[in-house]
């Protein structure tokens, strides 16, 4: 079935240091793939999404290229500030599969950006 | 624009006690998702709602059911409460017409049972 692994955090970083968030993804359709951001606390934000191969979502300066070649969906952000600091989730969906209207996430990796 | 709400923010219960969690989805949506996120994992599917029908099913036991209301809106009940339903339950809504599955998420609700 349809399946997300993210790399295992956590990932302490400076501040304005660059981020990698690794991502990689199996599934038997053509998914889309999303990253979501968790604060401490609160729900799940969409970040970014991205719905066929070699598109690239962005935002807030966070950037994800879906890779069909690599199943990837890395996530990358050239200077990380302390706000940053939160849990990322990868997530695909495919219409297409058994899973069909499910979003299936990774674990998470938890960021934790110091001054 | 009114997101995603959830009520109540935490609850607590006891074992083999019965819980409902509430939902109103995002102005213009018409569909709704449950998720159980326990400490530290993902978010993990137990069903979706569609025209006040369950339309599909995450791996959850019959203890876990829901119900849609006319106006979207959507409860989650869950059934002789064990130690382990101790979670985050997140509603997501998304718009039935949108192609890619984009579902915002509400703050979810904190259950803690002892």
């Known amino acids: 079935g349809d399946s997300v692994t993210q790399m295992e955090g956590p990932v302490t970083l400076s501040e304005e240091a660059f981020l990698t968030i690794n991502c990689t993804y199996t599934?038997?359709?053509?998914?889309?793939l999303f990253w979501y951001v968790q604060y401490p606390g609160e729900g799940l934000q969409l970040l970014l999404k991205?719905?066929?191969?070699?598109d690239k979502g962005s935002n807030k300066g966070f950037e994800a290229t879906y890779r069909k070649e690599t199943t990837s969906f890395h996530l990358e952000k050239g200077s990380v500030q302390v706000s940053d600091s939160a849990v990322y989730f990868c997530?695909?969906?495919?219409?297409?599969?058994?899973?069909?209207?499910?979003?299936?996430f990774g674990k998470g990796t938890s960021l934790l950006v110091t001054p | 624009d009114a997101g995603v709400t959830q009520s109540p923010t935490h609850l607590i219960k006891t074992r083999g006690q019965q819980v409902t969690l509430r939902c109103s989805p995002k102005?213009?949506?018409?569909?709704v998702s449950w998720y159980q996120q326990a400490l530290g994992q993902g978010p993990q599917f137990i069903f979706q709602?569609?025209?006040?029908?369950?339309?599909q099913r995450g791996n959850f036991p019959d203890r876990f059911s829901g119900h849609q209301f006319p106006n979207y809106s959507s409860e989650l009940n869950v059934n002789a409460l064990l130690l382990g339903d101790s979670a985050l339950y997140l509603c997501?809504?998304?718009?039935?017409?949108?192609?890619?599955?984009?579902?915002?998420f509400g703050p979810g609700t904190r259950l803690t049972v002892l």
């Open positions: 997501a809504s998304s718009l039935s017409q949108e192609t890619y599955n984009e579902q915002f």
């Open positions: 599934a038997t359709g053509y998914p889309s």
């Open positions: 991205a719905t066929k191969a070699d």
């Open positions: 997530a695909l969906s495919d219409l297409d599969s058994n899973s069909g209207y499910a979003l299936n």
């Open positions: 102005s213009g949506h018409d569909t």
């Open positions: 709602y569609y025209e006040e029908e369950e339309r």
